[in-house]
């Protein structure tokens, strides 16, 4: 049996790579068509694009691998079906659910790369692709640490540590410095809001630094002039689905211990924690298709019925996450249940399978 979990997972494994390697192509070349469109802006060109798009490729790997595993598995063991090799293994006595077995052990390996991917390699990488860019592009100096946002605005330097999903600031440091470089001013802020041509301050404590002495101030709230804007910091607001569980876990327990809407750091943390299932799901839907409905059928056809297979149940998943959010349904069931009703599915398929 060792022989055969080797040759399917073989087979399986060099399925998938071939379907990863042509949607992962046609994903990044319309990235790069669409990045195309802002060559000329700041110093944004050809070489930014192209770093751009290698930086932003783990991530794209992370959410292609699903619908490749079902795609390569479809071609795969389609082409075994096509060659009579899978009935020739059927008669030597092996049973469709010994074969299934081997089949997922190949797609664990898959799961577990997509995973380390995911969770350690695509949100460094996506954060560094948006941080090239947002320098190219509009030439603002900023950093991102671990100790948070470090921005430039003239003399003044901005240190944010978290940047809520509307766009407002919490935990906001501003320091003021002269034209030799010496603090001059140091003002903390625990909330910030856009306004046209700066931000509201609320919260404020201000020290004012004046021949040797500190004046400390407070205020509730304080409009603060500042070139500064939501989108120059683009570089933190970053989509939920781009950062690792862990960083979705803390975003999500900062907003509730705040009384913060947190839903889309909810659903994006078991997104991210169940991925697993959604794909040991895909990879189980092609082998009672090919035992199947699909075991004549060609490779064409096989394709057609993966994508097919991959698009609704990428729909299902979206629906189902609005509709939980608007019903107020536990995140962890709307990310739960199309992959259980899919499973569902092929669970009757295969009772169908001779």
Same mark, same amino acid.
């Given at each position: 049996?060792?022989?055969?979990?080797?040759?399917? $997972?073989?087979?399986?494994?060099?399925?998938?790579?071939?379907?990863?390697?042509?949607?992962?192509?046609?994903?990044?070349?319309?990235?790069?068509?669409?990045?195309?469109?802002?060559?000329?802006?700041?110093?944004?060109?050809?070489?930014?694009?192209?770093?751009?798009?290698?930086?932003?490729?783990?991530?794209?790997?992370?959410?292609?691998?699903?619908?490749?595993?079902?795609?390569?598995?479809?071609?795969?063991?389609?082409?075994?079906?096509?060659?009579?090799?899978?009935?020739?293994?059927? $008669?030597?006595?092996?049973?469709?659910?010994?074969?299934?077995?081997?089949?997922?052990?190949?797609?664990?390996?898959?799961?577990?790369?997509?995973?380390?991917?995911?969770?350690?390699?695509?949100?460094?990488?996506?954060?560094?692709?948006?941080?090239?860019?947002?320098?190219?592009?509009?030439?603002?100096?900023?950093?991102?640490?671990?100790?948070?946002?470090? $921005?430039?605005?003239?003399?003044?330097?901005?240190?944010?540590?978290?940047?809520?999903?509307?766009?407002?600031?919490?935990?906001?440091?501003?320091?003021?410095?002269?034209?030799?470089?010496?603090?001059?001013?140091?003002?903390?802020?625990?909330?910030?809001?856009?306004?046209?041509?700066?931000?509201?301050?609320?919260?404020?404590?201000?020290?004012?630094?004046?021949?040797?002495?500190?004046?400390?101030?407070?205020?509730?709230?304080?409009?603060?002039?500042?070139?500064?804007?939501?989108?120059?910091?683009?570089?933190?607001?970053?989509?939920?689905?781009?950062?690792?569980?862990?960083?979705?876990?803390?975003?999500?327990?900062?907003?509730?211990?705040?009384?913060?809407?947190?839903?889309?750091?909810?659903?994006?943390?078991?997104?991210?924690?169940?991925?697993?299932?959604?794909?040991?799901?895909?990879?189980?839907?092609?082998?009672?298709?090919?035992?199947?409905?699909?075991?004549?059928?060609?490779?064409?056809?096989?394709?057609?019925?993966?994508?097919?297979?991959?698009?609704?149940?990428?729909?299902?998943?979206?629906?189902?996450?609005?509709?939980?959010?608007?019903?107020?349904?536990?995140?962890?069931?709307?990310?739960?249940?199309?992959?259980?009703?899919?499973?569902?599915?092929?669970?009757?398929?295969?009772?169908?399978?001779?």
């Amino acid at each position: 049996m060792k022989i055969l979990d080797r040759y399917l $997972a073989r087979t399986v494994l060099a399925g998938t790579l071939l379907a990863l390697f042509i949607l992962l192509a046609i994903d990044l070349f319309f990235i790069f068509v669409q990045e195309v469109q802002d060559i000329g802006k700041g110093h944004y060109g050809l070489k930014d694009i192209l770093v751009y798009v290698a930086f932003v490729s783990p991530g794209r790997i992370h959410e292609i691998l699903p619908m490749a595993a079902l795609l390569g598995s479809l071609l795969s063991l389609g082409t075994l079906a096509s060659g009579s090799e899978l009935i020739a293994i059927r $008669a030597a006595g092996v049973s469709v659910l010994r074969i299934s077995l081997s089949v997922l052990k190949a797609g664990l390996i898959i799961l577990v790369a997509a995973a380390v991917i995911g969770e350690w390699v695509a949100p460094w990488t996506e954060q560094q692709a948006e941080q090239r860019r947002s320098l190219a592009v509009s030439g603002t100096v900023t950093l991102r640490s671990e100790h948070g946002l470090w $921005a430039r605005d003239g003399n003044n330097f901005i240190n944010i540590q978290q940047v809520l999903p509307d766009g407002q600031l919490a935990n906001v440091d501003v320091y003021e410095l002269d034209k030799n470089g010496g603090l001059v001013a140091a003002m903390r802020a625990s909330n910030a809001k856009h306004l046209d041509g700066g931000w509201r301050l609320q919260g404020v404590q201000r020290g004012d630094i004046e021949d040797r002495s500190l004046t400390v101030t407070q205020a509730k709230t304080l409009d603060w002039p500042s070139l500064l804007s939501p989108k120059l910091l683009n570089v933190v607001t970053i989509d939920p689905a781009d950062l690792s569980a862990r960083d979705l876990y803390k975003y999500s327990q900062y907003m509730h211990d705040n009384g913060l809407d947190a839903s889309r750091y909810d659903l994006a943390f078991w997104r991210r924690v169940l991925a697993p299932v959604a794909g040991l799901v895909m990879l189980f839907l092609s082998i009672p298709f090919v035992f199947g409905p699909l075991r004549d059928s060609g490779t064409g056809h096989r394709l057609l019925w993966g994508v097919l297979v991959g698009v609704a149940f990428f729909l299902l998943n979206r629906t189902m996450s609005q509709v939980g959010q608007i019903y107020g349904l536990a995140a962890w069931f709307s990310v739960l249940l199309p992959s259980l009703i899919f499973f569902s599915g092929g669970l009757w398929v295969m009772r169908r399978v001779r």
